[in-house]
């Protein structure tokens, strides 16, 4: 009976170890969530922060609109600097792993602006216009800093 459990076990992913993804959650800043997976088969481990509207992953700084609305021709600006096209960053976005899936063909964008986070730099705010329709949204990107620097200490690739 042991044997034909630990059989069990072993075929079905269970036994020695059960899952292979340890995941941590931490609260790096005020409003951010870090949330740090580590791989035990291979040993990477990867990191996804988040705020109310924005995401940090491998590098890429997402900024999210309603599903149904379309940020092919958003723009940004960061503090107090000119405005720019987001469309400028796509390559390097897409490069660096953001996702630019939607099952909408009318709006590939899916509602979401990608930033590397090299162009954020360490700026403190944020704000996007996702279309000529549309007025501009600010967005706090105070304690980003922080994100990055926990995300760096525990080794997350991207950070």
């Not at 599903?67 to 096209?85: D, I």
Request: hydrophobic share 40%; aromatic share 8%; proline share 5%.
């Amino acid at each position: 009976m042991i044997i034909a459990a630990a059989t069990l076990g072993l075929f079905a992913g269970l036994w020695p170890f059960g899952d292979e993804i340890e995941t941590q959650r931490y609260r790096p800043a005020p409003g951010w969530t870090l949330i740090i997976e580590r791989d035990r088969f291979n040993g990477s481990v990867r990191c996804h922060a988040f705020t109310r509207d924005i995401t940090y992953e491998s590098g890429v700084l997402t900024v999210h609109f309603g599903s149904r609305t379309n940020t092919a021709l958003a723009e940004y600006r960061l503090g107090a600097g000119a405005v720019r096209p987001a469309a400028d960053h796509v390559l390097e976005a897409a490069g660096l792993g953001a996702s630019f899936r939607s099952r909408d063909l009318a709006n590939p964008s899916g509602g979401r602006v990608h930033l590397p986070i090299d162009v954020v730099g360490d700026a403190q705010s944020l704000d996007v216009r996702p279309n000529p329709d549309r007025q501009a949204r600010q967005y706090s990107l105070v304690g980003l800093d922080a994100v990055r620097a926990e995300a760096q200490a525990q080794g997350c690739s991207g950070a």
